[in-house]
């Protein structure tokens, strides 16, 4: 088992009014700045979300290596607490924008829906918001510690050299294939007999249609403001070549037929519909350039080129080629501080 050095998360056990004897009893204590104790239902708790997550029982060697994840856990958040100076400390504002952060995340899981405070704390894995509030803010405060002793941790240096290298030898990655624009009416079903009605009503739109790219627009214009699951509606929209799930002959149709051009009834089984379409746009495939548009947004809303997309992947990549060392040398000199009687641990306790 991979050896858990530091920011084992700290969740909170919550426990019911009457506790197991064993469970109050301290399995360490930890003093830095102020004396800690975990108890043996912490470390119960801590060890069973490990065991879940391995989906095995730990041996006492691996539960020795969580109780001491914990440990360093406490040892630096008492760091945290006692040298992050404003404007570096967490405060509740700090913490609320974070949450704030984490909703809105969330709420693109969910079509745009906010959640609430009940469905953040459940996708964090809590039972309460004060829970996961809490453990925002000690991993808020672990993060800012490790900043604070290595501050290249943050923003990583990146050379145009090894940007532009990462993109010759990775093209294939911002290929861009072959897409077409279209406007298309469409005939949905959802049954077998419900199938054979929307063909014939296909048909009798096509026979009226004859391929006259102005009859067509006058149907699209007709049917546009149809509901989706209307017998006929009208649309628009974009279609990347081999997309996934689309049969070969369906899309071959579609990349064959000439811009501006009326299709014949096309069938697309995949999502029991029949379509009528005109191809409005071509783009030709090519491969983006490290100044062009990815086509995502930053969290601040500007537009994400390939130039800084692998900027960014870069950086996070020398940011974790660091990572284990930083950790290892904060808790070394930690746990130097806090001495022999900073860490204690009744060991006899572990083989529950």
């Known amino acids: 088992m991979k050896r858990m050095i530091l920011f084992l998360r700290v969740f909170p056990l919550f426990a019911g009014a009457v506790f197991a004897q064993s469970n109050i009893q301290t399995v360490a204590t930890v003093r830095l700045t102020k004396t800690e104790a975990i108890t043996l239902g912490q470390l119960k708790a801590e060890v069973e979300k490990m065991e879940k997550l391995a ?9 020795r290596e969580v109780l001491e994840g914990m440990v360093n856990n406490k040892l630096v958040l008492q760091a945290a607490e006692r040298d992050l100076k404003p404007p570096n400390n967490i405060t509740d504002n700090k913490v609320n924008e974070q949450i704030n952060l984490l909703k809105s995340q969330l709420a693109q899981q969910q079509n745009g829906r906010q959640p609430t405070d009940a469905e953040l704390a459940k996708a964090l894995g809590m039972d309460s918001m004060a829970a996961a509030r809490a453990a925002i803010k000690d991993q808020m405060l672990m993060e800012g510690y490790l900043l604070l002793k290595v501050p290249g941790l943050k923003n990583p240096q990146v050379s145009d050299k090894e940007i532009t290298d990462f993109y010759n030898n990775n093209k294939a ?5 072959e897409i077409v624009g279209y406007s298309a009416l469409v005939f949905g079903y959802k049954t077998d007999a419900e199938k054979q009605a929307a063909r014939g009503r296909a048909n009798q739109l096509a026979g009226e249609i004859k391929g006259n790219v102005n009859t067509f627009d006058a149907k699209i214009l007709q049917y546009g403001g149809a509901q989706e699951n209307a017998s006929i509606a009208a649309g628009r929209g974009s279609l990347p070549r081999n997309y996934p799930g689309y049969p070969e002959e369906f899309l071959k149709v579609v990349f064959t037929l000439e811009q501006g051009k009326v299709s014949e009834v096309l069938d697309l089984p ?3 519909r029949f379509l009528i379409l005109k191809i409005t746009d071509k783009y030709p495939s090519r491969t983006l350039g490290l100044n062009d548009s990815t086509g995502v947004q930053s969290p601040d809303g500007k537009t994400v080129t390939v130039r800084m997309y692998i900027q960014g992947g870069l950086a996070q990549q020398k940011r974790m080629e660091l990572l284990p060392k ?3 040398d904060i808790i070394a000199a930690l746990r130097k501080e806090a001495g022999k009687d900073g860490v204690k641990i009744e060991a006899a306790l572990i083989n529950y």
Do not use: H, I
Request: glycine residues 4%.
């Open 55 to 63: 989906g095995r029982t730990l041996t006492p060697e691996e539960r």
């Open 270 to 272: 995949p999502e029991k």
């Open 326 to 328: 930083a950790q290892e």
């Open 173 to 177: 990655e911002f290929a861009v294939p």
